[in-house]
């Protein structure tokens, strides 16, 4: 085995991960938009918008980790973490 065949299992995992990512991201951002449509109306779905938020940072932080960037990776989680709580709260709060 060559040792660039010992990175390319990565490689697609990588890219996996980016259009993960930008799924999340698309989704976010049209999720934002539909809430600020009307806000009173689409209230409930503050939850929904903060878990793919949090769901996008869990992503990110593997990806670091596999990249081996784990400074990187441990802020993500950390921030994943806090996004889990917002969201927990949010779902207190609305529900």
């Known amino acids: 085995m060559q040792a660039r065949d010992l990175k390319r ?52 932080a593997i990806k670091y980790m596999l990249r081996k960037m784990t400074h990187r990776a441990a802020l993500l989680y950390i921030m994943g973490i806090i996004m889990a709580g917002i969201t927990v709260l949010s779902m207190i709060t609305t529900f």
Do not use: W
């Open 9 to 60: 299992p990565f490689r697609h995992t990588g890219f996996v991960l980016d259009c993960i990512n930008a799924v999340l991201c698309i989704g976010v951002v049209a999720l934002a938009v539909f809430i600020l449509m009307d806000f009173r109306k689409f209230l409930f779905l503050f939850p929904f918008l903060f878990l793919l938020a949090t769901v996008e940072q869990f992503v990110l």
